[in-house]
């Protein structure tokens, strides 16, 4: 378990060294502080010392093309900066905005020609173009108008009507047509001088990012100085004394010693009460430490409870390969991870997922190659690729089975995760009866599904004394209340019991949802099968046959690929975070949140 104890930790000095204090602490980065003042903490402003100077930096960030960034820039003007950075950002959405625009309006007149109204356009009395685009098949319906048209364009659907009139006709078959009034030559002047703008704008964009990192630095300061407000505003003062209060790491109490001792401040210690809520730090070792993001992407556990992180980082790993079945698909997988490895080993976070990515890689290929499935294709017999091959994806009754029993382990493991963490409590061993049936109804199951196979023949009488004694624990000790021999408290317990014993369904039906790992991984190998097919008939064809079933190929497996990426991360996640969660996890906590200086991390 790798949730990171903590102890209470509260610093007492006087009040004319709070700042100084304050901004020791936070360099020290390792205590979560504690809201002392929570009424006078709501009106302090977080706002940073520049708006909008976060949207700024980001934009140069995003930025295509950057400049090697500059070292130590003492005068630049900070706020010209950002209102400069702002204005390219807003002047170049607004005429992007406006080419988009004028390419439409270019393509809308290209059926009506290159023309400039009249002046009499604007006139009350004076004669107009009203603009219509009639289906071919109601230009019958022409014949009876009166007044002087012309059909002055046609394409595949619509015939290009001009009417004169000087008020809009009635009786025509379809609405007028809206029409910009400027000619299409002075549009696509238009759009050459937004083109030539956008492109100086860009040149400007590029040369700001040579500041982005002095910018950076400014607003991590700026960042530092608004939490140590709000820090300021949530400690403790009285007569001249002030006090802060957090908690930290227990491995960290040391140093924290040494900052007492060498400020002359009181500290106090003291490990979480019943009553506290403390947060929670999670610990992992580098390379599994993306399972904490998986994790914490949908709660964090309670600081009470149990840290899933290495098991969930697993489960999805081996959920997504079964998902995925491919090892072609894997192999192409990889590649693209090795393409994007050196830019994701930038930040902490980029290397977890990385992390994340390498573990998703290596299950699919050796998935893949187990199910035997190379984009599709199954290696010929008597290759050492066939010796590997020792699943059969085709047969249902076999994979079914091999699902739900994965998804029986997952959560029998959920149930005794928590049979420890309760194991000072009477409703461990109601967790203990939920795996006792789990484990049982599988037992059952299998030996009913597999009645011929000697080695089977006990598992459903097995099964049933493992369902019975499960639910007879669920039902003695699912109840929370005190354990006494009182008429009232026994009767109360069994009410509490048979409420719990209602989860039965609840169990049947998370179980089953393993399923989904066949289901979705049969799907896989299918598609591909189908789009190999597909091509091979349209390679059959020669000429212009083998075009198509290049572009067959290429389409094909790249549309299952996707749809395989999307389908494990959303499928191999929900298992995890849904039906694992709903066992083990009862309780979600807070975030350990170190009040600590953003400038001594920027390399993160």
């Not at 019943?274 to 929670?280: A, E, K, S, V």
């Not at 089977?456 to 209340?481: D, H, K, M, Q, Y």
Request: charged share 20%.
């Amino acid at each position: 378990m790798s949730i990171v104890a903590l102890s209470k930790v509260t610093l007492y000095g006087p009040a004319d060294e709070k700042d100084v204090v304050l901004d020791g602490l936070q360099s020290l980065g390792c205590v979560h502080l504690n809201n002392l003042r929570p009424v006078a903490a709501e009106g302090v402003d977080s706002s940073p010392s520049y708006p909008g100077a976060h949207q700024a930096l980001q934009y140069l960030q995003d930025s295509p093309v950057r400049r090697r960034t500059a070292r130590h820039e003492e005068k630049l003007d900070i706020e010209a900066l950002v209102k400069g950075v702002l204005d390219i950002r807003d002047r170049s959405r607004a005429l992007a905005e406006e080419r988009e625009q004028l390419r439409k309006w270019i393509a809308d007149l290209g059926p009506w020609g290159n023309f400039e109204l009249p002046p009499e356009w604007a006139g009350k009395d004076a004669l107009r173009f009203w603009f219509y685009m009639i289906p071919h098949h109601q230009t019958r319906r022409l014949d009876a108008i009166t007044l002087p048209w012309s059909v002055v364009a046609r394409d595949h659907r619509f015939a290009y009507v001009v009417v004169v009139s000087a008020d809009q006709p009635t009786g025509m078959p379809v609405p007028v047509v809206p029409l910009e009034p400027r000619s299409v030559s002075q549009m696509r002047g238009r759009l050459e001088q937004v083109e030539r703008e956008l492109e100086e704008l860009d040149y400007r964009r590029i040369g700001l990012t040579f500041h982005r990192d002095t910018l950076r630095a400014h607003l991590d300061e700026a960042d530092d100085r608004a939490a140590r407000e709000r820090a300021a505003m949530r400690a403790l003062e009285r007569d001249q004394v002030f006090a802060v209060q957090g908690w930290a790491p227990s491995a960290r109490v040391p140093a924290l010693r040494q900052f007492a001792a060498e400020r002359q401040l009181a500290l106090t210690i003291a490990g979480p009460s019943p009553q506290d809520t403390p947060p929670t730090l999670l610990d992992n070792p580098p390379t599994l430490r993306g399972g904490e993001g998986l994790v914490e992407f949908y709660m964090t556990p309670a600081y009470r409870l149990w840290d899933p992180s290495k098991a969930v980082f697993f489960a999805f790993a081996a959920f997504f390969a079964m998902i995925f079945s491919d090892a072609g698909y894997a192999l192409l997988l990889g590649l693209l991870l090795l393409a994007m490895w050196k830019r994701m080993g930038r930040t902490a976070n980029g290397r977890g997922l990385r992390d994340v990515m390498l573990a998703l890689v290596i299950f699919s290929i050796v998935y893949g190659v187990l199910v035997g499935s190379y984009f599709g294709v199954t290696p010929p017999a008597g290759s050492w690729l066939a010796s590997l091959h020792v699943l059969d994806a085709n047969n249902q009754s076999l994979m079914m089975w091999i699902s739900i029993g994965i998804g029986t382990a997952h959560l029998v493991y959920a149930n005794l995760v928590t049979v420890w963490w309760r194991r000072h409590s009477l409703t461990a061993l109601s967790a203990l009866g939920w795996a006792a049936i789990i484990l049982g109804g599988f037992c059952v199951g299998l030996g009913k599904n597999y009645p011929g196979l000697p080695e089977l023949n006990s598992l459903p009488s097995i099964g049933l004394w493992r369902l019975a004694l499960g639910g007879l624990l669920v039902l003695l000790f699912t109840s929370e209340r005190p354990f006494s021999l009182a008429l009232t408290n026994v009767f109360g317990r069994l009410v509490d019991g048979l409420k719990g014993i209602t989860g039965l369904s609840k169990a049947f039906g998370d179980v089953l949802s393993y399923l989904r790992l066949f289901a979705l991984g049969l799907a896989s190998i299918k598609l591909a099968e189908a789009f190999n097919n597909l091509a091979a008939t349209s390679f059959a064809s020669r000429g212009v046959g083998v075009l198509l079933g290049l572009l067959v190929l290429l389409v094909g497996h790249s549309i299952n690929f996707a749809m395989g990426i999307m389908s494990g991360v959303v499928h191999g996640l929900r298992l995890n975070l849904i039906e694992f969660f709903n066992w083990s996890l009862p309780e979600e906590g807070e975030v350990f949140r170190a009040f600590e200086k953003k400038a001594m991390k920027a390399d993160e």
